[in-house]
């Protein structure tokens, strides 16, 4: 072999070594990617947040001891979460806590595991109600749920499955095997 012809093979060589490298680069480009897909682009600890709607009122509070966004599904998770739900005249007027809850882009609000919806209301007939799991649309406050509903009021409480609720109207309606048990004390 000549030297021009060495010079040409060794640098086909060098340049399917680069090629291949490069492709490699493009394999962990493309893997890292994928795992950044499933990272928050944001997370915090301890937080509390106040949302207000366009007169400036405020319309709830979210406090929770982690709460982690993700941009590809615009969707907030939030571990121990307590929410404030503030009415037309701006008093507290529910306060719901859950051990997880996700908050997705179309302001549906998802509570797992040990939902309670306290009334805050000092006249109201309805004063509680708890279930496993339950749905809260933040633009109507519209609450349900499937699973099994245990609900308490003024000198009653009641028991069943599922769940229709209207935080505005403050009502509760649950959907299936009714069971009501009266309390003529007062507690």
């Known amino acids: ?17 680069v090629y291949y490298n490069y492709q490699k680069g493009d394999d962990v480009v493309s893997k890292s990617t994928q795992n950044i897909s499933d990272k928050p682009n944001y997370q ?25 966004h993700f941009d590809d599904s615009d969707n907030t998770e939030f571990d121990l979460p307590n929410f404030t739900f503030y009415d037309q005249v701006h008093l507290a007027a529910w306060h719901i806590k859950a051990k997880k809850a996700i908050l997705t882009s179309d302001k549906l609000l998802y509570l797992y595991h040990d939902v309670q919806l306290d009334n805050l209301t000092k006249e109201a007939q309805l004063k509680q109600v708890k279930t496993d799991n339950a749905v809260i649309d933040l633009t109507s406050q519209l609450v349900t749920s499937k699973d099994p509903v245990i609900v308490n009021g003024v000198g009653f409480y009641s028991t069943g499955i599922g769940l229709a609720g209207d935080l505005h ?8 095997n009714v069971k009501t048990y009266y309390n003529t004390e007062a507690k």
């Open 44 to 68: 915090s600890d301890e937080m509390l947040t106040n949302i207000y709607d366009l007169s400036g009122e405020l319309i709830y509070k979210i406090e929770s001891s982690n709460i982690r």
């Open 169 to 176: 109207a403050k009502t509760a309606n649950i959907l299936e």
């Open 1 to 17: 072999m000549n030297k021009k012809n060495l010079i040409c093979f060794l640098l086909l060589i060098v340049v399917i070594g």
